[in-house]
């Protein structure tokens, strides 16, 4: 079956970065695009970034000039850069994807099991 694993998350003082990284495995025929969303405690989930196969890359405002998202088609790999965090930053960020398994001709939305980032102040 077609799984997200994150990896990278982790307590960071405010004014510093980290790397997310997202893996797609399984029974993948295509990729139409990946992405990162997260949730903070109280709040809904939200977008963060998203990236279309083709490379273009769509960023929530709050993150524009911050955070950097990034892809390796070869394999199946999205990768968030956050900078300059702050306590506003901290969120459980799930990565998801639109993916169209092997043998269906439908795409489908998947998401990771979350990875936790806690920017301290």
């Known amino acids: 079956q077609v799984q997200l694993v994150e990896s990278g998350g982790g307590l960071v003082q405010a004014g510093g970065s980290l790397r997310l990284s997202c893996i797609a495995s399984?029974?993948?025929?295509?990729?139409?695009?990946m992405g990162w969303y997260r949730q903070a405690p109280g709040k809904q989930r939200e977008l963060v970034a998203t990236i279309a196969s083709g490379g273009s890359a769509v960023y929530a405002d709050s993150m524009k000039g911050r955070f950097t998202i990034s892809t390796d088609n070869a394999k199946n790999t999205v990768y968030l850069q956050m900078n300059s965090l702050k306590p506003e930053d901290t969120a459980v960020y799930y990565c998801?994807?639109?993916?169209?398994?092997?043998?269906?001709?439908?795409?489908?939305?998947?998401w990771g099991q979350g990875t936790q980032v806690t920017v301290s102040s």
């Open positions: 998801n994807a639109e993916i169209g398994p092997i043998l269906s001709i439908r795409r489908y939305h998947y």
């Open positions: 399984g029974p993948i025929s295509t990729i139409t695009s």
